[in-house]
């Protein structure tokens, strides 16, 4: 679980590189190939978006003004 500014940041960077690394691997190799390994980034990738879906919602609620 993401609870800090530097960990969502670093979440940022891993969700970027392992994007980077899922393209490389769809040109790399023709589909029905590394199927599982694809997968897994993907899902990866999932889940860490996830992460930082939470921690935003968070931050936001952290920062609204109570009513």
Do not use: W
Not at 32 to 48: S, V
Request: net charge negative; no cysteine; aromatic share 4%.
């Amino acid at each position: 679980m993401i609870t800090t500014e530097i960990e969502y940041r670093k979440a940022q960077t891993e969700v970027q590189d392992l994007q980077d690394r899922l393209a490389r691997l769809q040109r790399e190799h023709p589909i029905g190939e590394n199927g599982f390994t694809k997968a897994g980034i993907r899902k990866l990738i999932a889940r860490l978006n996830e992460e930082l879906a939470v921690f935003e919602a968070s931050e936001v609620a952290r920062s609204s003004p109570s009513t």
